[in-house]
């Protein structure tokens, strides 16, 4: 995985494994590797994977079972999704608007893109 500067690792490491689960790749029930296991594929420290399986838990995508590991939590798909979506209206329309006016961009223009892409 190749990190980024600008987001904490943990974080980088939790939306990859979000990815994981919206692409199909990770269902509900699955069991994930173990907090050393997934340290020593990312290399990272496992006290960073520690603070991601924190992370993902307290948004309810995976949960912990005694004994047994780390496993994708039932509704996991649909609370990233929530989530992401809610991220993109609050954050990122917000800062696609901002720069659309910058750059003299309008609503018809970006439609209009979106279509050309999306053919491609």
Known sequence: MDFKDQKPIYLQIADHICNLILTGQLGEGDKLSSVREYAAEMEVNVNTVARTFEWL?????????????NFVSPGAKQAIESERREEFYTQQIPELHHTMQALGITIDDLVDHLKQISTT
């Open 57 to 69: 838990q307290n948004h309810q995508v995976i949960q912990s079972r005694r004994g047994l590991g």
